[in-house]
């Protein structure tokens, strides 16, 4: 049970009652009874949790209501490990790299190739691409899964790709390890339902506009509709202020991993949208508890089809590869 409410005795000191929230770190407001005084205090969403029961033992409070979660089967993933090939999240946090779209068979195995040499388990790339302009380049599509599959197995690396369509969900299927689902279709329900009837292990990027309880509602459809586990992934949402590509919601991510206790990714690719930056958010995402990150590669950014100013090249990637190995949380798990 979520706390929602201190409902108060009619003695009840009331500034006391205040405080004594404030120390457990609520946030409340007061509700005014019909006689004008204040018969409760509502705690507000953005409070740290605390056991109903303690809260039951404040002077003054006569009653403590609470909500129903709306996403159980999302609740009981809590503290899971998910096992994609070599990567555990909830381990060791996890290396996922790859280029944002696979543009050819050499592109996309020496993608692979520095994947692998930095620390990668899990090889990314965009078969089919949602892109905002119907003029830009939207991906190679069944030849491309087949390059990345390829190229996969000949690194020793699984393979996380995006689905778009309630149509190509068999065909993502076949290919991949965990299939993705992007932040343009986190609330396509048609969607979440057909990827998880596939019954496979599911990415969920954050929409670039969705509140957290939002995005746990989707990851709840998903689980509903069939598949085994959900790992949510924060991309950033959108923000007042252009000046860096999206706002990096760290407190989203320890929110989810140290209370929720999910499986959680950041991909701080598509947060700050430019490479020199990428390094500073993968260590702020790490110490926030992430179980991973994911990173936009290419070997020759310059001539990258997609999204070329934020991929990483070798020896930026090898830099993010060695801010995990040096995390507290891989030197205590035994390598695989």
Same mark, same amino acid.
């Given at each position: 049970?979520? %706390?929602?409410?201190?409902?108060?005795?009619?003695?009840?000191?009331?500034? $006391?009652?205040?405080?004594?929230?404030?120390?457990?770190?609520?946030?409340? *407001?007061?509700?005014?009874?019909?006689?004008?005084?204040?018969?409760?205090?509502?705690?507000?969403?953005?409070?740290?949790?605390?056991? /109903?029961?303690?809260?039951?033992?404040?002077?003054?409070?006569?009653?403590?209501?609470?909500?129903?979660?709306?996403?159980?089967?999302?609740?009981?993933?809590?503290?899971?490990?998910?096992?994609?090939?070599?990567?555990?999240?909830?381990?060791?946090?996890?290396?996922?790299?790859?280029?944002?779209?696979?543009? #050819? %068979?050499?592109? &996309?195995?020496?993608?692979?190739?520095?994947?692998?040499?930095?620390?990668?388990?899990?090889?990314?790339?965009?078969?089919?691409?949602?892109?905002?302009? /119907?003029? #830009?380049?939207?991906?190679?599509?069944?030849?491309?899964? @087949?390059?990345?599959?390829?190229?996969?197995?000949?690194?020793?690396?699984?393979?996380?790709?995006?689905?778009?369509?309630?149509?190509?969900?068999?065909?993502? $299927?076949? &290919?991949?390890?965990?299939?993705?689902? @992007?932040?343009?279709?986190?609330?396509?329900?048609?969607?979440?339902?057909?990827?998880?009837?596939?019954?496979?292990? &599911?990415?969920?990027?954050?929409?670039?506009?969705?509140?957290?309880?939002?995005?746990? !509602? #989707?990851?709840?459809?998903? !689980?509903?509709?069939?598949? /085994?586990?959900?790992? !949510?992934?924060?991309?950033?949402?959108?923000?007042?202020?252009?000046?860096?590509?999206?706002?990096?919601?760290?407190? $989203?991510?320890?929110? !989810?991993?140290?209370?929720?206790?999910?499986?959680?990714?950041?991909?701080?690719?598509?947060?700050?949208?430019?490479?020199?930056?990428?390094?500073?958010?993968?260590?702020?995402?790490?110490?926030?508890?992430?179980?991973?990150?994911?990173?936009?590669?290419?070997?020759?950014?310059? #001539?990258?089809?997609?999204?070329? %100013?934020?991929?990483?090249?070798?020896?930026?990637?090898?830099?993010?590869?060695?801010?995990?190995?040096?995390? %507290?949380?891989? *030197?205590?798990?035994?390598?695989?």
């Amino acid at each position: 049970m979520n %706390p929602r409410e201190l409902q108060l005795a009619p003695d009840a000191n009331v500034h $006391a009652v205040e405080s004594a929230a404030r120390a457990f770190g609520l946030w409340t *407001t007061r509700l005014q009874g019909s006689d004008g005084h204040t018969a409760a205090l509502e705690i507000q969403s953005h409070s740290q949790w605390v056991d /109903p029961s303690e809260l039951a033992t404040i002077p003054g409070v006569s009653r403590v209501l609470g909500t129903t979660s709306g996403h159980p089967r999302v609740d009981s993933l809590k503290g899971q490990q998910t096992t994609i090939g070599d990567a555990v999240f909830g381990a060791a946090p996890v290396l996922i790299a790859g280029p944002c779209s696979v543009d #050819s %068979p050499e592109q &996309v195995h020496a993608c692979a190739a520095m994947a692998r040499a930095a620390g990668a388990t899990v090889l990314r790339g965009g078969a089919y691409k949602p892109r905002t302009s /119907p003029y #830009s380049f939207d991906g190679t599509g069944l030849e491309g899964l @087949g390059w990345l599959r390829d190229a996969a197995d000949a690194h020793g690396l699984a393979v996380v790709t995006e689905v778009m369509s309630e149509r190509r969900v068999d065909a993502v $299927a076949e &290919v991949a390890d965990l299939m993705q689902v @992007g932040s343009r279709n986190m609330q396509n329900f048609a969607l979440l339902d057909e990827v998880g009837r596939a019954a496979k292990p &599911v990415l969920l990027k954050r929409g670039v506009a969705s509140s957290v309880k939002e995005w746990l !509602l #989707s990851a709840e459809r998903l !689980l509903v509709a069939g598949a /085994p586990t959900v790992v !949510l992934c924060e991309r950033g949402i959108r923000g007042d202020d252009g000046t860096t590509r999206n706002l990096l919601d760290l407190g $989203a991510v320890a929110l !989810l991993k140290r209370v929720h206790g999910l499986n959680i990714v950041v991909d701080p690719s598509h947060a700050i949208g430019r490479r020199d930056l990428i390094g500073d958010l993968a260590a702020a995402a790490l110490a926030c508890g992430a179980d991973g990150l994911m990173i936009e590669i290419h070997p020759d950014p310059a #001539s990258a089809r997609c999204d070329g %100013p934020q991929a990483l090249g070798d020896a930026e990637l090898e830099r993010v590869g060695a801010l995990i190995a040096a995390d %507290p949380r891989s *030197t205590s798990v035994p390598s695989r």
